[in-house]
């Protein structure tokens, strides 16, 4: 019976535990690439893919918008910054509970800067533009959180 109870309790702490954790390595690289004028802080553009992520998954935000290597390690090693898989068929028709602000912060941490004003249209998807690197996109965010562009 004891084995029985045991083996329950690891499978439940198994089930809670993130499927992924990025490595050390992974983040290291990641803090690299982010801190773009090599500063040991992200401010500015270096920092608003990240506070999305970090607003998204409901992380206290710094109230200052920079974010200090330390902090980013541990939120990474978290997967604060994890992307999400795309749904199939993104994006898809529903309705649509965020606001322009929480939709304009999935499509800024998928990558998307500068987004546009968005609008929801009939089928419950805000739509807008960005810029993707140097290429303006159009941008779509359903009701899912799923971030299209093209």
């Known amino acids: ?3 029985l109870i045991a083996a329950a309790l690891i499978a439940c702490a198994a089930a809670g535990a993130p499927a992924f954790a990025a490595s050390e390595a992974d983040c290291a690289a ?4 982010a801190d773009a004028n ?3 802080v992200l401010a500015g553009v270096e920092a608003h893919r990240y506070l999305a992520y970090i607003r998204i998954r409901a992380q206290v935000a ?3 918008g920079r974010i200090m290597q330390d902090r980013f390690m541990e939120q990474c090693r978290s997967d604060v910054f994890k992307a ?3 749904d199939p068929g993104a ?4 309705a649509n509970s965020f606001t322009e ?3 304009r ?3 800024t941490a998928a990558g998307i800067a500068d987004v546009s004003a968005l609008t929801k249209d009939t089928d419950g998807i805000w739509r807008g533009t960005g810029k993707k690197g140097d290429k303006e996109v159009a941008v779509a965010v359903d009701y899912k959180g799923n971030v299209v562009s093209q």
Not at 30 to 33: G, H, P, S
Not at 91 to 94: H, Q
């Open 84 to 86: 999400e898989e795309q």
């Open 101 to 103: 602000s929480q939709a």
């Open 38 to 40: 090599k500063d040991g």
């Open 1 to 3: 019976m004891k084995r």
């Open 91 to 94: 994006p898809l028709k529903g």
């Open 30 to 33: 990641e803090w690299t690439a």
């Open 105 to 107: 912060d999935r499509a």
């Open 62 to 64: 710094p109230q200052d």
